[in-house]
């Protein structure tokens, strides 16, 4: 089964940059695409990357996506880091017609 | 605007069923696959059931298989998922979703979400 592995947690300051990872196993993540997204604590989750690398109109540029296939993985990098980012990020692929999401990434920004 | 509404969300004994509708506006409904997504109290997002834009095609997690069934109705806007023989561990938020293509595996819209609570 294909599966994807995040970080329970990353934290950093603001006005730094801080990358998520997203590991794939049981499969090549490169295969298919990548998405992200964002779920502030009590909201619904909103998209910040599809595609791997395309962002949503209103999300701003200090968002962008990433794949590597030589280590299996896809990365969300948050550069010039603001308070309002401190959310949960979860990435999301598919295989065999099934979603896939990771177990997400708390992203705490102080 | 986009707009997803989740309602039919509420408490209900093992075992039971509970159908859940997502109102859709906004857009062209029948143009667009839609999923639902689950959200357990404190956990991650989990994948539950997704149908391409015409209702045609329909796919299922391995963990709801035999008991959910999502369906649409495209002259009403509306997508749903009834749930039957349900268990605690189905005690989730549930999101609706609209897909950004006729198929395809893109979540580029959510509703707000509706709580179901399996308990006794």
């Known amino acids: 089964n294909f599966m994807l592995t995040q970080p329970h947690s990353v934290s950093e300051s603001p006005g730094k940059t801080v990358t998520v990872s997203c590991t794939g196993s049981?499969?090549?993540?490169?295969?298919?695409?990548v998405q992200w997204y964002q779920q502030r604590p009590g909201r619904a989750p909103t998209t910040v990357i599809y595609?791997?690398?395309?962002?949503p109109s209103g999300v701003p540029d200090r968002f962008s996506g990433s794949i590597d296939s030589s280590s299996n993985s896809a990365s969300l990098t948050i550069s010039g880091l603001k308070t309002e980012d401190e959310a949960d990020y979860y990435c999301?692929?598919?295989?065999?017609?099934?979603?896939?999401f990771g177990g997400g990434t708390k992203l705490t920004v102080l | 605007e986009v707009q997803l509404l989740e309602s039919g969300g509420g408490l209900v004994q093992p075992g039971g069923s509970l159908r859940l509708s997502c109102a859709a506006s906004?857009?062209?409904?029948?143009?667009?696959?839609m999923t639902w997504v689950r959200q357990a109290p404190g956990k991650g997002l989990e994948w539950v059931s997704h149908?391409?834009?015409?209702?045609?095609?329909?796919f299922y997690a391995d963990s709801v298989k035999g008991r959910f069934t999502i369906s649409r109705d495209n002259s009403r806007n509306t997508l749903y998922l009834q749930m039957n023989s349900l268990r605690a561990e189905d005690t989730a938020v549930y999101y609706c979703?609209?897909?950004?293509?006729?198929?395809?595996?893109?979540?580029?819209?959510w509703g707000q979400g509706t709580l179901v609570t399996v308990s006794s």
């Open positions: 979703a609209k897909v950004n293509g006729y198929s395809g595996y893109v979540a580029d819209h």
């Open positions: 906004g857009f062209t409904f029948n143009n667009y696959a």
């Open positions: 149908t391409i834009g015409s209702g045609g095609s329909t």
């Open positions: 049981g499969g090549s993540i490169a295969s298919n695409y």
């Open positions: 595609e791997d690398k395309q962002r």
């Open positions: 999301q692929s598919y295989h065999s017609s099934n979603w896939v």
